[in-house]
């Protein structure tokens, strides 16, 4: 076997750019390490003739120069630390592609259903309007919640419990996503016209979490524990808003099929009149078409089975489609 020889006997490879070699020690044979094993099989007819140009592999000998990596040794080399790069990434990072944390409901197949509001920025309803310049002012990453089975006077008497539940989850999942998170912030909303106000808000302020930790919370969007049920919403409201229709009277379960009729009606002369003199009282981005905001408006219809009956026994379907404009382009409309 071989034996640690002295510092002066180490020889360093070069340092490639995408590799961090550990020193290693090689050591030079000595002359019993080359005698050929004293057994019969030495002594056999099969016995290699050259013993002396044979070596083991764990005891190589002792390179006279700094081997330079060929093309070919320097790719595996490359892959090997981009491999271990990959692993020390994805042992840190891969844990915040899906929560697996035994306090919240699992993910069903296919994910959470969506929740539909009467508007694309509903969460800001009733806010106050000073409490909705502070939520302007504070940094991302940031993004609203709003707790199901909670009305806005629910929200309101109970603030503070529904503020400290939220924290109370939103940290576990930052645990989860990074050891020692900093603490999580969350600022319930307030009326605008204070507590004799009719209409209420119920959207909260969440803040002060990590990027890694917002993405996760917002690509699951629902969590729900033994106390709470709410729903992760960006801050923001870029995407135009989406309509949303109820269609009965079909029997048919493929919602490919309806879909097709509501594209073949909507596409009729008189129809496809009406929606863009709809268009024409808007004002439509860069100047596009009100044939083609037409055509965009008929082509992002989407249908979906809902589960369950109206009177009748129909069954009942929701058609969904998405306008090609913000709403601060329809002033008319």
């Given at each position: 076997?071989p034996?640690?020889?002295s510092?002066g ?6 340092h490639?750019d995408?590799?961090v070699y ?14 050929p ?5 030495a002594?056999?007819i099969?016995a290699?003739n ?5 070596h083991l592999?764990?005891?190589p000998?002792?390179p ?7 093309a070919e ?6 892959h ?5 790069m990959n ?8 844990q915040?592609?899906?929560a697996t944390l035994?306090q919240?409901t699992p993910?069903p197949?296919g994910?959470f259903?969506?929740v539909h509001?009467s508007h ?7 806010l106050?309007?000073?409490?909705l ?7 991302h990453?940031?993004f609203?919640v709003r707790?199901?089975d ?8 109970r603030?503070a419990?529904?503020?400290e539940?939220i924290?109370?989850?939103i940290s ?9 998170a900093p603490?999580?912030?969350v600022?319930p ?7 004799e106000?009719?209409?209420l808000?119920?959207?909260f302020?969440?803040?002060k979490v990590t990027e ?6 917002l690509?699951?969007?629902?969590w729900?524990t ?5 729903e ?5 409201c870029n995407h135009?808003?989406e309509?949303?229709?109820c269609l009965s009277?079909f029997?048919?379960l493929?919602?490919e099929?309806i879909?097709?009729t ?7 002369e008189?129809n496809?009149?009406?929606?863009e003199e709809?268009?024409s009282?808007c004002?439509?981005p860069?100047?596009v078409?009100t ?9 992002s219809a989407?249908?979906?089975?809902l ?5 009748g026994?129909y ?5 969904m489609?998405?306008?090609p404009?913000?709403?601060t382009?329809l002033?008319h409309?």
């Amino acid at each position: 076997m071989p034996t640690p020889t002295s510092q002066g006997n180490r020889v360093h490879p070069p340092h490639p750019d995408l590799l961090v070699y550990q020193d290693f020690t090689v050591t030079t044979s000595h002359a019993d390490d080359d005698k050929p094993p004293s057994s019969d099989l030495a002594s056999s007819i099969h016995a290699p003739n050259n013993s002396k140009g044979d070596h083991l592999m764990s005891a190589p000998p002792s390179p006279t120069i700094r081997h330079a990596p060929t093309a070919e040794e320097q790719a595996i080399l490359d892959h090997l630390a981009l491999a271990d790069m990959n692993r020390s990434v994805l042992s840190q990072n891969g844990q915040t592609n899906r929560a697996t944390l035994p306090q919240f409901t699992p993910v069903p197949n296919g994910g959470f259903p969506a929740v539909h509001m009467s508007h694309s920025a509903q969460i800001f309803d009733h806010l106050d309007n000073r409490v909705l310049l502070a939520w302007f002012q504070v940094k991302h990453p940031k993004f609203l919640v709003r707790v199901f089975d909670h009305s806005g006077k629910d929200v309101a008497e109970r603030a503070a419990i529904l503020a400290e539940r939220i924290r109370t989850s939103i940290s576990t999942i930052a645990e989860f996503v990074q050891k020692d998170a900093p603490p999580v912030r969350v600022s319930p909303p307030q009326p605008q016209g204070g507590r004799e106000a009719k209409h209420l808000p119920t959207g909260f302020l969440v803040h002060k979490v990590t990027e890694e930790t917002r993405n996760l919370i917002l690509n699951q969007r629902i969590w729900s524990t033994m106390d709470l049920t709410f729903e992760a919403l960006p801050f923001h409201c870029n995407h135009p808003p989406e309509l949303l229709f109820c269609l009965s009277g079909f029997t048919t379960l493929d919602s490919e099929t309806i879909l097709q009729t509501v594209n073949d009606t909507w596409s009729r002369e008189e129809n496809r009149s009406h929606i863009e003199e709809l268009f024409s009282k808007c004002s439509l981005p860069d100047g596009v078409p009100t044939y083609i905001a037409t055509h965009n408006f008929i082509e992002s219809a989407r249908v979906e089975l809902l589960d369950f009956k109206i009177t009748g026994g129909y069954l009942s379907h929701a058609l969904m489609s998405s306008l090609p404009v913000p709403p601060t382009t329809l002033k008319h409309g």
